[in-house]
């Protein structure tokens, strides 16, 4: 395709026959990876219902209240990912700072103990051998301790290796059940962030002045965005008004020509 | 009144401001128009051309005056003028986000000088730390990535807004003319 031909976004749409109302004044929607074809659709067949465009200079208007407040829903919902984002990186580093090895992730190592002493079995031992070692090393007995640490100095990895990792695969999940609520995940970290004088919006508060500027410019764009969404939306209110004068002088007219057929019988009548 | 000696400093300042000197400098400001070719009105494009004639015609409807023609004919343009901005910005947008393997320049820049301050330090058979290499290889990821993107490109997307807020402007007014004219 030549760079010319780039430039035009109606390129490649559909025919001049069965081009839709969008399509005339905007071309293709613009989209951005991962968007809703068929949501943006649906919601410009509602808008256009409510608006009910008389022109083509309406449908302008139609089209752009919808992609102005398609943007406003764009710009609205990265912010409100970008915050829950960084608040749930930082639930996690507080998570992983303040989870406790017995009560909450012992069975994180285990498991993952167990998957590195399966895959460095010593001669003669089973993979049941090597799960029954995880579980003593887990528990603290000071003989698997000793065995384990021989096998993990053999590949270069001490138990800090294998600690780490699973308290932050715990505080991930946790922070990851938190955001979808589950109840679970909400009672115990209320509980440990009560425990340590704070809340979750305490951690908000020092987790945002980070995204200080980014979330500053998406508001900027939103603000952008209604604005002129606004304006479009006073544009068809004003051009309704003076549509429907024109429409009411128009009916009055049609009136007026009306009286004159009505009368002209009736003086016909009268006459006779 | 302006005095002649401020006419002569005047002319002399303008006769050494010649824009850019160097070739690279000058090559760059060559390109400055070319960038979105959005300074360039529709007309000198044939097929924007014919999406105006085309849009105009939508809007006159059947027998009309010359005025409304002419004024259907602005708010056409007006009307392409701003899909031609907001496909730019489009681009600009999609394209970054599209990009698998994303990095602002900035952070490029940190990355480079960290690696030589580094590279200065040790010698090459030195492993780098974890920690630096996982500074290194990092892009930006969901919201982060967009946001990061916004920041980047807000120069261009600033200078695009410019461009969408005359245009705007023009077709707002010449729509008002449009249906003034119409009432008449």
């Known amino acids: 395709m030549s760079k010319r031909a780039g430039l035009h976004p109606n390129a490649n749409s559909k025919t001049k026959s069965n081009i839709s109302p969008l399509a005339k004044v905007q071309g293709l929607p613009l989209l951005l ?10 919601f410009f067949s509602r808008v256009r219902t409510a608006v009910n465009p008389v022109d083509i200079i309406d449908e302008m208007f139609v089209a752009d209240v919808v992609s102005l407040e398609w943007e406003v829903l764009r710009w609205r919902r990265l912010k409100s990912n970008l915050m829950q984002t960084r608040g749930l990186e930082a639930l996690g580093q507080f ?38 070692l995880a579980h003593k090393c887990a528990r603290d007995e000071p003989d698997a301790d000793d065995k384990v640490n021989q096998i993990l100095a053999g590949i270069n990895l001490d138990m800090d290796d294998i600690l780490e990792p699973a308290r932050a695969r715990k505080a991930e999940e946790l922070a990851h059940d938190y955001a979808q609520r589950k109840l679970g995940a909400i009672k115990l970290i209320d509980k440990l962030l009560a425990e340590a004088g704070l809340s979750i919006d305490t951690l908000m508060v020092r987790a945002l002045p980070g995204e200080l500027d980014k979330i500053e410019r998406i508001d900027r764009l939103i603000t ?9 939306l006073r544009e068809i209110d004003r051009r309704h008004a003076v549509l429907s004068e024109a429409l009411r002088r128009q009916v009055q007219e049609v009136e007026g020509e009306f009286e004159v057929v009505e009368k002209t019988p009736a003086a016909t009548k009268s006459a006779a | 009144m302006t005095g002649d000696r401020k006419i002569r400093a005047n002319r002399a300042n303008a006769q050494a401001s010649t824009g850019p000197k160097t070739e690279r400098g000058r090559s760059h400001a060559a390109r400055n128009a070319l960038r979105h070719a959005l300074s360039r009105p529709v007309y000198s494009d044939p097929v924007w051309s014919e999406e105006v004639e085309a849009l105009a015609r939508e809007i006159i409807g059947a027998g009309t005056n010359a005025e409304i023609q002419e004024l259907a004919r602005r708010i056409a343009e007006a009307q392409i003028d701003l899909r031609r901005v907001r496909y730019a910005r489009h681009q600009i947008l999609s394209q970054a986000l599209s990009d698998p393997d994303y990095v602002s320049e900035t952070m490029l820049g940190k990355k480079a000088a960290l690696a030589i301050r580094i590279l200065r330090r040790s010698d090459l058979d030195t492993p780098m730390p974890d920690e630096v290499m996982e500074f290194l290889s990092s892009k930006p990821e969901g919201p982060n990535k967009f946001a990061t993107i916004l920041a980047d490109k807000a120069r261009q997307l600033l200078a695009l807004d410019r461009y969408e ?12 003319a449009f249906d003034a004219a119409g009432r008449r």
């Open chain 1, 33 to 42: 990876p991962g968007e809703d074809d068929d949501a943006y659709h649906e």
């Open chain 1, 95 to 132: 998570l992983r700072a303040h989870l406790d090895y017995y009560v909450h992730y012992q069975k994180y190592f285990e498991q993952d103990l167990a998957e590195i002493l399966q895959d460095n079995l010593a001669e003669g031992q089973t993979e049941i051998d090597a799960q029954a």
């Open chain 2, 165 to 176: 807020r005359r245009a705007q402007s023009r077709r707002k007014f010449a729509i008002r």
């Open chain 1, 224 to 232: 952008v965005a209604e604005t002129r969404r606004n304006a479009m």
